[in-house]
């Protein structure tokens, strides 16, 4: 099954790539991998929440937060795409790392970045299977609650 088929078995449409924010492109190739810049969980160009993820009033909900690392890996594999042509190209995720914005006492940024690591793995079964890296931050760019980049692998 290509991964177009995947992607419309599971109900998930790419979204456009989103633009950079600064001087840099969404991906780069070198070899037989690319690299995606980080991700931040745009929809149609704009962020469905700011802030820290945490427990508490005026925090995003760690719940939330997967959603939009969720998110963020679909607009890498966008990029991806934009860059390569198909994402039947991808030989395996080799790796996936996670920002979160957290506030002090959260320290639930594996789960937050669990909502990437799953739609890889809904996306290319055993080739999605990938080395992660989970890390809480101060604050990232625009004041998103996540930013995912990845790291794929292409065939030979």
Do not use: W
């Not at 679909?74 to 790392?97: I, M």
């Not at 909502?115 to 793995?121: F, K, N, Q, Y």
Request: hydrophobic share 50%.
């Amino acid at each position: 099954m290509s991964v177009e088929d995947r992607l419309a078995e599971l109900g998930v449409t790419l979204p456009d790539v989103a633009a950079p924010v600064a001087a840099y492109v969404p991906a780069v190739r070198s070899g037989a991998y690319v690299y995606t810049s980080g991700q931040l969980p745009f929809v149609d160009g704009v962020l469905p929440a700011t802030g820290k993820v945490g427990v508490g009033e005026g925090l995003v909900s760690p719940e939330d937060a997967a959603g939009y690392a969720r998110q963020c890996a679909l607009n890498a594999l966008a990029a991806v795409k934009s860059l390569v042509g198909s994402l039947d190209d991808v030989a395996r995720v080799v790796k996936v790392v996670g920002f979160v914005a957290s506030d002090p006492g959260f320290a639930g940024q594996p789960g937050v970045i669990n909502g990437a690591s799953t739609v890889l793995g809904e996306i290319f079964g055993d080739a999605g299977v990938h080395a992660r890296s989970a890390v809480g931050v101060a604050v990232l760019p625009l004041d998103s609650p996540v930013e995912v980049e990845l790291l794929i692998e292409l065939k030979q």
